[in-house]
């Protein structure tokens, strides 16, 4: 059974930097793509960073270019998303998936999902 365990989120200043991860069991880290998804009230879920082990690749949406870094730890299958310079539009609940395939930046395509953690950015 696949497990996703999110951990890392809180309360920060805009301008300042918070560190998400995911640990993941069930599954083999080579054989998945890990993608970072956020969802604000009131609106849809939104894909943050991805990255692949399948096709070696990673990718951000354009508004968090620059700022966030998605990273993984095979061994430990474990994936991170670092994030700094956090403005007020970046608070969310972040939601870790698992794809057993190629990266992907619609949410439909993860078949597994962790339950959240919320990240907020006061201004």
């Known amino acids: 059974q696949v497990q996703l365990v999110e951990s890392g989120g809180g309360l920060v200043q805009a301008g300042g930097s918070l560190r998400l991860s995911c640990t993941a069991s069930?599954?083999?880290?080579?054989?998945?793509?890990m993608g970072w998804f956020r969802q604000a009230p009131g609106k849809e879920r939104e894909f943050v960073a991805a990255?692949?082990?399948?096709?070696?690749?990673?990718n951000y949406v354009d508004s968090v270019k620059g700022r966030f870094t998605i990273s993984g730890d095979n061994a430990q299958n474990t994936v991170h998303l670092q994030m700094n310079s956090l403005k007020p539009e970046d608070t969310a609940i972040y939601y870790c998936?698992?794809?057993?395939?190629?990266?992907?930046?619609?949410?439909?395509?993860?078949?597994?999902w962790g339950q959240g953690t919320q990240v907020t950015v006061s201004s």
């Open positions: 990255i692949s082990w399948v096709d070696f690749t990673t």
């Open positions: 998936a698992a794809r057993r395939t190629i990266a992907s930046s619609s949410a439909r395509d993860y078949d597994y």
């Open positions: 069930g599954l083999t880290f080579s054989r998945y793509t």
